[in-house]
């Protein structure tokens, strides 16, 4: 049963303070809380609305210059950057000032700021997993009363609304019918493998996958490699969000699917951490695959035959998408690969109004038109001309009109680079690009639309660390599989009845 907000974040603050998990250069549990500093928009008037967007992590840009946009419009409401770590020097850097990212301890400093300013409901309106030290905090947060439902905003929104924005993403998003965070764009993560090894129908059993691979000719691969850790980390690590209910506080890894799934991964020999040096490997039963753009139609293989790499159209037949190996078929997920957005639930509603008139701007056809492809202009020494090239975000606009617009720039080779690049005679033959076709654009429209689960990639942090342990210790031969389901469990079960 879901807590009452106020509960919610009692619990969570008190979660966020404690336990030890530190690693070299870690902040004491007892380190004060540090001040932070608010980006403030110049020449706000004083009968503004002024709405806080809590950061802990970078701002993408294309939103930062919105944000710019935004209050230079003089519309009466002003956006500031609350960000909680550009004060604290030497935060989650090394010994020589390098980032190299927050540890365990670091995290759970930050989650403690914003969770005590979530509380005080006038210090933040606009949140997202870009809020939270661990992204995982933001998925109890949504999930438990903390965001208001945002399809009240879009009833009067004649641009931005459920008609407008694509239904299948809202509907995976969706909790208990209420729509409480907005993905601005939507990527697949799945896998691919030649028909001739993987057949032809779609998202197999756990079953199937390992007959396949019995079937599969001596020297073969799972994406590459044949040593146990490489296995569990490109076939099962990717799906252990699924074993995560953040909406129930449950957890399921000692479920038939991890069980059979890590099993399978401790038949083949362990590295024990070692750099892994490839022994002859030929074919490759599957590739881990994200769709993350229309050039996806596309994937490559390596030919063994020619000892060079092709490309292959993937509605030609000659490769079938598998997702991950599940007992229901339902081994591909979608996921949020760039911004996700929510308004706080516990601002007024003038405040959240003014929010949406602001986060409703990232959903746009223009804006989402426009942020997908930077173009970009560079030198070729080798023969002294300027070329143009396009950056390309990793993600499916929701706006449908924006991901038709960018589909038909595909179609007609809008982004294709003029590189006249001279090619010395000694460099190994590249497969030639192709470019997507609209029968490649309703290919990957429609595998998109077959997949029904959404999953988020915030996978905490803590838990992470917990789970590769015990995987890592049974594969190196320290536990059997028993003990290993037992410990992993047991383990996750404790640490998210904490959140309850």
């Given at each position: ?5 106020s ?12 336990g ?8 004491s ?8 500093r608010t980006e403030t928009?110049?020449?706000?008037a ?29 519309n ?5 950057i609350?960000?909680y ?6 935060l989650?850097?090394d ?8 540890n365990n301890?670091?995290l759970?400093?930050?989650?403690l700021?914003?969770m ?9 309106d606009?949140?997202?997993p870009?809020s ?5 905090k933001?998925?109890?947060f ?9 399809y009240?905003f879009?009833?009067?929104?004649a ?6 924005l694509?239904?299948?993403i809202?509907?995976?998003n ?6 409480y ?6 990527a697949?993560?799945?896998?691919a493998g ?7 129908e779609?998202?197999w059993?756990?079953d199937e ?19 146990a ?21 449950e ?19 362990s590295?024990?951490?070692d ?22 139609a596309a ?22 998408l ?6 229901d078929?339902?081994g591909a ?5 760039y911004y ?6 516990n601002?007024?509603d003038e ?9 409703r701007?990232?959903?746009t056809?223009?804006f989402?038109t426009?942020?997908?492809a930077?173009?970009r ?8 001309d ?6 390309l ?16 720039a ?5 982004y294709?680079?003029s ?8 460099a190994?033959m ?20 077959s ?25 190196h031969?320290?536990?059997d ?7 992993i469990?047991d ?10």
């Amino acid at each position: 049963m879901k807590k009452p907000i106020s509960v919610l974040f009692a619990s969570v603050i008190l979660l966020t303070g404690c336990g030890n998990n530190s690693g070299s250069g870690s902040v004491s549990e007892n380190a004060a809380v540090p001040e932070n500093r608010t980006e403030t928009a110049p020449d706000a008037a004083k009968d503004d609305i002024v709405l806080t967007m809590a950061c802990v992590y970078e701002v993408w840009e294309p939103v930062r210059e919105q944000i710019d946009k935004f209050n230079a419009e003089d519309n009466g409401i002003i956006i500031e950057i609350k960000n909680y770590t550009e004060d604290l020097e030497g935060l989650g850097c090394d010994e020589e000032g390098v980032f190299i990212g927050y540890n365990n301890d670091e995290l759970k400093m930050l989650d403690l700021q914003v969770m005590q300013d979530l509380i005080n409901k006038d210090d933040i309106d606009i949140i997202g997993p870009f809020s939270f030290g661990n992204g995982a905090k933001y998925e109890f947060f949504k999930q438990n009363g903390g965001c208001a439902d945002l399809y009240g905003f879009m009833e009067n929104d004649a641009e931005v609304n459920s008609g407008t924005l694509n239904e299948h993403i809202l509907s995976l998003n969706e909790c208990d019918g209420s729509l409480y965070s907005l993905p601005t764009h939507y990527a697949a993560w799945t896998m691919a493998g030649k028909t001739e090894y993987v057949g032809t129908e779609r998202n197999w059993t756990i079953d199937e996958f390992i007959d396949c691979w019995n079937a599969m000719p001596e020297g073969a691969s799972v994406n590459g490699s044949n040593i146990a850790e490489d296995i569990y980390y490109d076939v099962l690590r990717h799906n252990n969000a699924s074993f995560v209910d953040y909406d129930d506080y449950e957890v399921d890894f000692d479920s038939e699917d991890f069980r059979r799934m890590l099993e399978f991964c401790g038949t083949f020999p362990s590295n024990m951490g070692d750099k892994y040096e490839s022994d002859g490997i030929n074919e490759r039963l599957v590739q881990v695959i994200p769709i993350t753009n229309y050039k996806s139609a596309a994937v490559s293989e390596m030919n063994y035959v020619s000892h060079r790499t092709e490309k292959y159209r993937l509605r030609d037949g000659s490769h079938t998408l598998v997702g991950f190996p599940t007992s229901d078929r339902r081994g591909a997920y979608l996921f949020s690969p760039y911004y996700e957005l929510s308004i706080c639930a516990n601002i007024s509603d003038e405040r959240q109004q003014a929010a949406w008139q602001f986060i409703r701007e990232l959903y746009t056809e223009e804006f989402q038109t426009e942020t997908f492809a930077t173009r970009r202009e560079s030198y070729n020494p080798q023969t002294g001309d300027t070329y143009v090239d396009y950056l390309l975000l990793e993600g499916f606009p929701i706006n449908n009109a924006a991901r038709k617009n960018i589909a038909a720039a595909f179609v007609n080779g809008e982004y294709e680079s003029s590189s006249t690049a001279a090619v010395p005679e000694d460099a190994p033959m590249q497969p030639e690009e192709i470019k997507p076709e609209q029968a490649d654009i309703s290919y990957i429209d429609d595998y998109i639309a077959s997949i029904d689960r959404w999953e988020s990639p915030n996978l905490d942090r803590e838990l992470f660390s917990m789970v590769e342990e015990e995987v890592l210790a049974y594969l190196h031969g320290e536990h059997d599989i028993d003990t290993t389901i037992d410990l992993i469990q047991d383990r996750a079960s404790i640490w998210i009845s904490e959140l309850e």
